[in-house]
């Protein structure tokens, strides 16, 4: 399973743009990259899922580079409600037999300032 | 995006009995679910996975005799905390597996949170 390092806090004020960078040097070849968003007492909550180059969906861009050793999440104009825990996660991909097996790590703790 | 429900939401209990909490994939089959739990300020730690129709498989240093696991339909995973304690207390969570689309993904439950008193 593939180890993921991420900063563990960064701030932001409404309306910037925030990049969460995760560091993946060992993903393998069937590996996708997941992003989860977390708030206090809740489950994480499923963003964007990747496996190479630039994924975009209604609420976030993932950018994943050639060599996919790292990968950046793009928050377009945060608000004070995108304050929260976001995960970065990579993943066998199995569809028959096996499992996807999800580790987390320690997450990074954003927080959005008026 | 597939939805998965969580049962109770929260519960309280007295030290020594058994608390069951229920998982089910809503719109999806799944056959693999997960159980986590998380204490305050910490990240999620899996306990276990559970495959329908069969035992479910421990994470190292689980009591699989204390947290029993039950997977008994494609949309429905129990996890049962027996004689909890205190220490027991915890935001438990499970999420389900659905490789339905292109890619395969997780999606989690609302979370219970249990208090043994």
């Known amino acids: 399973l593939a180890k993921t390092t991420q900063p563990i806090s960064m701030d932001s004020y409404e309306g910037q743009e925030v990049n969460i960078t995760c560091s993946h040097n060992n993903i393998a070849t069937n590996d996708y990259i997941t992003w989860y968003q977390q708030f206090p007492s809740q489950g994480p909550r499923f963003i964007i899922q990747?496996?190479?180059t630039k994924v975009t969906n209604e609420v976030a861009s993932l950018f994943i580079p050639a060599d996919r050793k790292s990968s950046t999440l793009s928050l377009p104009r945060v608000s004070l409600s995108d304050t929260a825990v976001y995960y970065c996660?990579?993943?066998?991909?199995?569809?028959?037999?096996?499992?996807?097996?999800?580790?987390f790590g320690a997450g990074t703790r954003l927080a959005v300032h008026p | 995006g597939a939805v998965v429900s969580q049962h109770p939401s929260r519960v309280i209990c007295k030290s020594g009995t058994s608390v069951k909490i229920e998982c089910r994939s809503l719109?999806?089959?799944?056959?693999?679910m997960f159980w986590y739990r998380q204490f305050p300020k910490q990240s999620l730690m899996l306990m276990a996975t559970?495959?329908?129709?069969?035992?479910?498989?421990?994470e190292q240093g689980v009591e699989k005799d204390k947290f029993l696991i039950n997977h008994a339909s494609l949309t429905l995973s129990t996890l049962t905390v027996t004689s909890a304690h205190p220490e027991d207390s915890s935001f438990y969570i499970c999420?389900?597996?659905?490789?339905?689309?292109?890619?395969?993904?997780?999606?989690f439950g609302p979370g219970t949170r249990l208090t043994v008193l």
């Open positions: 996660l990579v993943g066998d991909l199995q569809f028959s037999g096996g499992y996807n097996k999800l580790i």
């Open positions: 559970s495959n329908e129709g069969s035992k479910a498989t421990y």
């Open positions: 999420s389900a597996r659905d490789f339905s689309g292109a890619a395969d993904t997780q999606y």
């Open positions: 719109d999806f089959q799944a056959t693999t």
């Open positions: 990747g496996y190479k």
